[in-house]
Every structure is written in C-alpha cells, then in structure tokens.
C-alpha cells in the first residue's frame, strides 16, 4: 500500500474504492499493510481456501456480484463442514482490466455477505493477467481446541445426511449452456431460475456448524459430486457405505428434470458445486443431530449408512440394484 503522501498506484486506488469500505475487523488495519492480525482467543484457527475461475466455476457472463457470492461461500461451506465460526478472509483477484462498473457489483455482492456471514475481509491482493478472471479466497475459522471434524473419523453404522437436495447445481449449469435440461424447462421460468440460482450462488450451511461439531464423526461439504465427496470421505475413514437413492433428496425442480429423461440421477449425483453438507453420524447421536437441523432451519436428510471394508460406497435403487457410475464427481483433471 501506498505510504503518506505517496501517489497511490492504480492497484491502490481499486482497493481504496472498492474493498477498503468492506473492512470492518481492526486486524486488518484498514488495508494499510501488507498483512493482518487474527487473534485466535484459544482456539484453533482452521484454514481453508478455493479458487474460482472463469469458464470453470462460472461464466464470463455471470452477474459479478454472484461471482463475488459463490467465492466467498465456496470457502464458508468448508468451515461449516469443519464445525467452525468463520473469522475472516483474504482475497486474491485476477483481472484482465479495470471495469469499475464490474468491480462495483462485485465489491457490492462481497460485502453483503461478509456482513450476512459475519466475515470480514482481511486483505489479499489484487493482480492483472492475460487469462480468465480468477478468484482465490482463503477462509479462517475458529473451532475449540481439537475440535475441527475431519473426513477421517466415519465409523460403520454411523448414518450418512446430506443437507438440502443435491444436484440443482449441475441442472443449473445445463440450463445456462442451453442443454437439454433448458429445453425441457422451456415453459417453467421458475425452476429455471431457482437451478440457476443454485449454481451461481451455493447457500453456505453456517447455521448447521455448531451441531456438525458436536455430533458429526466426519463431515466435508459437497462440491464435486455427492458419489465422488463420499468416496473421498470413506477412503478418508477407512470404510465404505452403502446409499439408498431414493432418499436423496432433490428439489421438485430436479424431479421433473428426471421425469422429463433430460438428466438421470447419475447426473444428479456426480455434478459439481452443491456446496451441502456430507456428514456421518453416530446412530446415538442421529436425533440429536437432526432435531438440532430442524432448529437451525437447514433441511437434512438420512442416505444411507457406513459400513466397514474399503470398496468403493454402493447406490442402491428402490428394488436393491446397485446403480453402476461411470464417473462420481466432477474433476479438474
């Protein structure tokens, strides 16, 4: 940042107009220096952090204040599936220019969710690039000493929940490449718009942090597809599960996508950027959980269970027959 009396470089003065207003914690000294102070009051400071990137996690044409939403909430659904409070955030943008116009919106969106979420920016840095617009974020989160929940602790006979229904996202992603998911949606504006909504900005499970803590073995959220995280959770925990597909919830939005043939449940199941909560818990703990989703207002829902062995987890239909994937989960690679 500039020093007094300096004349401040065109970098500086994006920040001053459009993130400076955004600060609200004294750590981070007002944007002035080159790093913050997060006080950690005894606890541990859980830390995590995500990239998004035009042409891969959005569109170039996206509304820039629900860019500015799903990077910050990309990063505030890992904290939830810690069972951790967010702190603060540090953000790294990559821009091509300088549209004030596109910064406004965005800086808009960013701060009406660090204030909704209580989570303030701390700094971060802003750089030009030749390639697509990129935004990295890094999270921070406080748990209780030794309290983070980790993918490593699902033991079999846990119950496998997942939070609101699952794959909106990856329907809404179709419908903006105008897939068949669009076509049969032609006449229903609504769903249209509500699957959209779903991919551009992920609704953060925050509210259900405090009970993932306190009676989650293991927990991660859903971001590459619900098959694939799960995967990743067993392989984590040394087990496999077994899921009934019919008890994945999905929307009535998705309902009709399936009754229409447009997508399958594999699609459902695999697509990327649901951004819900993956958890198993303790049978002795499953009420408990449960009653407290219903208080905190987050939708959950009993899958399946964890069983023991290191196969990969099982999808059973409504008759017992296991559905074959040909993929699980949405890959960079």
């Not at 107009?17 to 400071?45: C, M, N, Q, S, Y």
């Not at 959005?58 to 799903?70: E, R, V």
């Not at 504006?189 to 699957?195: F, G, I, P, V, Y």
């Not at 998705?254 to 399958?264: C, E, R």
Request: proline fraction near 6%.
């Amino acid at each position: 940042m500039p020093t007094s009396g300096a004349k401040a470089s065109g970098e500086d003065s994006v920040i001053a107009r459009h993130f400076k207003p955004l600060v609200t914690d004294p750590g981070a000294f007002g944007l002035t220096d080159d790093a913050a102070v997060l006080k950690a009051f005894g606890e541990d400071i859980v830390v995590t952090t995500d990239a998004i990137v035009e042409g891969v996690h959005f569109l170039s044409d996206d509304p820039p204040d629900t860019i500015a939403k799903k990077a910050l909430r990309v990063n505030l659904s890992d904290l939830a599936a810690k069972g951790a409070s967010p702190a603060g955030f540090v953000l790294t943008l990559a821009l091509r220019e300088i549209d004030e116009t596109w910064l406004a919106a965005f800086a808009r969106g960013l701060g009406e969710d660090t204030g909704a979420f209580n989570c303030p920016l701390l700094g971060g840095d802003t750089v030009s690039t030749p390639g697509p617009l990129m935004i990295s974020i890094t999270a921070f989160g406080r748990v209780p000493q030794g309290k983070m929940v980790r993918r490593s602790g699902a033991e079999p006979g846990d119950q496998v929940v997942v939070t609101g229904t699952i794959g909106d996202a990856a329907l809404g992603l179709d419908i903006l490449r105008n897939g068949r998911v669009a076509a049969a949606l032609a006449t229903d504006a609504a769903s249209r718009n509500m699957l959209i909504g779903r991919y551009r900005v992920p609704e953060p499970r925050n509210a259900l942090a405090l009970a993932i803590r306190a009676h989650a073995s293991a927990a991660m959220d859903v971001s590459d597809g619900l098959a694939g995280d799960l995967a990743k959770l067993c392989a984590a925990s040394g087990a496999s599960a077994v899921i009934d597909l019919p008890s994945i919830p999905v929307s009535p939005a998705a309902t009709a996508v399936l009754a229409a043939s447009a997508a399958g449940i594999e699609i459902l199941i695999s697509g990327g950027d649901d951004y819900e909560m993956l958890c198993a818990i303790p049978s002795d703990a499953f009420e408990e959980f449960m009653r407290e989703a219903r208080t905190a207002g987050v939708a959950a829902s009993p899958i399946g269970t964890i069983v023991a062995g290191g196969a990969a987890p099982k999808f059973l239909g409504a008759k017992g027959e296991e559905l074959t994937l040909t993929r699980t989960s949405y890959s960079h690679f």
